[in-house]
């Protein structure tokens, strides 16, 4: 059973595609934010999948569907740049590649110079990190989650502009802008209300 909150379920998620469970299929003409917009990830919420696995989320929780529908939007990239010709081995490469240039340079994890994680695992744990606020600022500001996931848009444009340019632009320089139209549309009808001052505090 494929169940993304357990280990392995991204290579199970492969099982499924390689057994015609989940069809990668779309029309060639919606674009990155049509996909994202009608399946809820733009806003950090997961309302639709994007290649049929609906019926597969029994019992998941909203993190669960999001963490799906996550995954399936950095597939859905990748098969779109890659003229709609999916390669298990090449997207796998791709994306933890993406993710280990994004991790910061300068971080180190003791155990990890004693456990050589596979791609996949390490794509797991990226995606699972992603996905994770601290359970402290969780337990105040329940919002924050919110907040945080709606990010996770951002995430599948940088993954879009690594694979046409092999580049990575900081991701604190898109969170940066977006803070900023957050800033301006609170200030547009110029009534703050408390709601909107506890998010910027």
């Known amino acids: 059973m494929y169940y993304p909150g357990s280990a392995g379920w991204i290579e ?70 890659s003229n709609f010709l999916f390669d ?17 340079k300068n971080s180190f ?4 110079f004693f456990k050589k994680e596979s791609a996949i695992s390490s794509i797991e744990t990226a995606i699972e990190e992603r996905l994770e606020l601290d359970k402290r600022i969780l337990e105040t500001r329940i919002w924050l989650n919110t907040l945080n996931n709606a990010f996770l848009f951002l995430d599948v444009i940088l993954f879009k502009e690594f694979l046409e340019t092999k580049k990575i632009r900081p991701f604190q320089t898109l969170t940066e802008k977006a803070m ?6 609170v200030h547009c009808d ?11 505090n």
């Open 109 to 112: 994890d003791f155990l990890s």
């Open 180 to 185: 900023h139209f957050y800033v301006d549309a």
């Open 88 to 104: 298990k081995e090449t997207f796998i490469t791709d994306l933890a590649s993406y993710y280990s240039s994004i991790k910061p």
């Open 12 to 81: 199970k998620y492969f099982e499924l595609i390689e057994t015609n469970q989940i069809q990668l299929n779309a029309k060639s003409d919606i674009t990155l934010f049509d996909i994202s917009r009608n399946s809820g990830l733009i806003y950090g919420v997961a309302v639709n999948t994007i290649f049929d696995s609906n019926a597969l989320q029994t019992n998941w929780t909203p993190k669960d569907k999001l963490k799906n529908l996550f995954f399936e939007t950095l597939i859905w990239t990748h098969w779109t740049q």
């Open 190 to 200: 110029e009534d703050i209300s408390e709601v909107e001052e506890k998010l910027f």
